[in-house]
């Protein structure tokens, strides 16, 4: 299966210009270093070093190469626990824009893992109080309070956002409808973001593997399957995902599963 990818900006513009180029000015040669959401780090590396990965850019023809790692990270993970991690990059051999494959429970420029923020964003469903809920996954308050402030306000975003992956990935024909988010409000934002994220969740575990072996009865090609796989991919692709192995939904679930579904935006979505 092909693989998607897409980017998502962050850190500090890349300084790569290919050889034999004429000379570009800053403007046209410098671009910024992007984050890919990986669902399995060990095969998104192999795919990068076979060159099967393409360039995350949605108007660039090129394929992904190795190039060295990403500086190493520091990341909690529930618990307390703290896990050094460096993910490998690579560089589009077309537009020189260099790409971290970020593992999916890895968030972009966080030092949690996605898990920690999902067991803040829950305790404060549930209206624990902050430092409760900050003590119990053993962050600072002023970063839980962070956190809930950033989701809160980025409800409405987050919920369209989300609503948009899970018809994509909905399959009518399995038995699984397209989901929507309730038509009845929700007591507020947060819930109203917490139960979109879940919601998508849910139907891409449900309809994620549900393609896969479906067979026309005279050809055994299954060609609405393959255009509704090539529809996904490019959703991946938009959303800054490279699922080689097609692991989403079956061995990365929870808030591994949410990081992927809204491309690592979980934090920085706008409102």
């Known amino acids: 299966m092909a693989s998607g990818q897409g980017a998502t900006p962050v850190g500090r513009p890349g300084r790569f210009r290919r050889q034999g180029s004429a000379r570009q000015t800053p403007s046209t040669w410098r671009t910024p270093e992007v984050v890919i959401i990986v669902a399995d780090p060990d095969a998104a590396g192999r795919a990068l070093a076979g060159r099967t990965l393409r360039c995350p850019r949605g108007e660039c023809a ?5 190039w060295s790692k990403a500086r190493p990270r520091s990341v909690q993970t529930v618990g307390g626990d703290r896990v050094r ?3 490998a990059r690579g560089l589009c051999t077309v537009c020189g824009v260099t790409e971290v494959l970020l593992p999916s429970w890895c968030l972009p ?14 305790g404060a469903e549930r209206q624990e109080p902050v430092a409760a809920v900050a003590a119990a996954a053993r962050v600072p308050v002023r970063t839980a309070r962070r956190w809930i402030q950033a989701v809160t306000r980025s409800a409405a975003g987050l919920s ?3 609503v948009r992956v899970a018809g994509a990935f909905a399959d009518p024909e399995a038995g699984h409808p397209v989901w929507t988010s309730p038509t009845v409000p929700a007591p507020g934002p947060l819930t109203a973001a917490l139960t979109a994220l879940g919601g998508a969740a849910c139907t891409w575990r449900a309809t994620g593997p549900s393609l896969i072996g479906r067979v026309g009865a005279v050809t055994g090609i299954d060609y609405l399957a393959l255009v509704v796989q090539q529809w996904q991919q490019t959703m991946l692709r938009r959303l800054g995902v490279a699922d080689p192995t097609g ?10 599963l949410i990081n992927a579904i809204t491309g690592g935006r979980l934090l920085t979505t706008p409102g």
């Open 247 to 256: 692991v989403l939904g079956v061995q990365v679930t929870g808030w591994p």
């Open 160 to 162: 369209a956002a989300v």
């Open 85 to 87: 991690v460096r993910p």
């Open 109 to 122: 420029r966080r030092g949690y893992a996605v898990q920690v923020v999902g067991q803040v964003l829950l």
């Open 62 to 66: 090129g394929v992904l190469r190795p």
